[in-house]
């Protein structure tokens, strides 16, 4: 399947949007709520937190979900996917983040995407992390305004290094489900090492 610049630039476009809609800091505490502070989304502490996604349930409320590296802030560091959300239209945040996704890699599970489906249910997609020759997408469903998710169904069988980046899945009117991948090859090269063996150009796939 080839798709059109144009649409590319599109859901770029889109991406870029969505994450400038929620202000992101990093703080000690819980957020505050306070005259200046009211709309901010405060995050726990943590050596990174990155890769979000929104999206509003039925009900009103905004669920926020982000990758939260908990043991270092590179790459291959542990991380897992937790949420926070809002029942005032953002003015005020949850204070403790609710695990999601728990970190079932060697590495980590980041790079969130959030979608709400034609079906009316939720689609979560993300990448498990076990090696920089082994990086997949994995999806879940939720149909009630993600309270629970089904069982993680791997999305691309072949063995290899895949990166989904975060907010990035479409839904055509057709109700087909696009994911564009990036592969980056690995060398058969002896010994093997993370430095002569990962090729960081990648081959866009869909």
């Known amino acids: 399947m080839i798709m059109s610049t144009t649409m590319i630039i599109r859901t770029t476009t889109l991406a870029l949007s969505l994450a ?4 992101l800091a990093v703080h000690r505490s819980a957020p505050a709520r306070g005259p200046g502070r009211a709309g901010h989304l405060i995050l726990q502490r943590q050596p990174r937190n990155s890769r979000g996604r929104s999206s509003t349930l039925k009900s009103g409320r905004i669920l926020f979900l982000y990758t939260q590296f908990y043991g270092g802030g590179a790459d291959e ?10 029942d005032d239209a953002g003015q005020n945040w949850s204070h403790e983040p609710r695990v999601v996704v728990e970190n079932t890699g060697h590495q ?19 990448l498990i992390k076990n090696s920089l020759h082994d990086c997949r997408p994995w999806m879940q469903l939720s149909t009630d305004e993600a309270e629970t998710w089904s069982a993680p169904n791997l999305m691309v069988e072949a063995p ?7 907010d990035r899945v479409i839904q055509l009117s057709t109700g087909r489900l696009i994911a564009p991948v990036g592969f980056h090859r690995g060398a058969a090269v002896r010994p093997r ?7 960081p150009r990648a081959i866009a796939f869909w």
Do not use: E, K, Q
Not at 20 to 23: E, H, Q, R, S
Not at 108 to 126: A, C, D, P
Not at 160 to 166: R, T
């Open 20 to 23: 400038l809609l929620l202000p």
């Open 77 to 86: 560091s542990p991380a897992r996917i937790v949420s926070v959300w809002s």
């Open 108 to 126: 980590n599970v980041m790079s969130v995407s959030l979608l709400r489906l034609r079906s009316g249910g939720s689609g979560l997609f993300y």
């Open 160 to 166: 290899g290094y895949f990166v989904l980046n975060n």
């Open 193 to 199: 090492t993370a430095s002569n063996s990962f090729d």
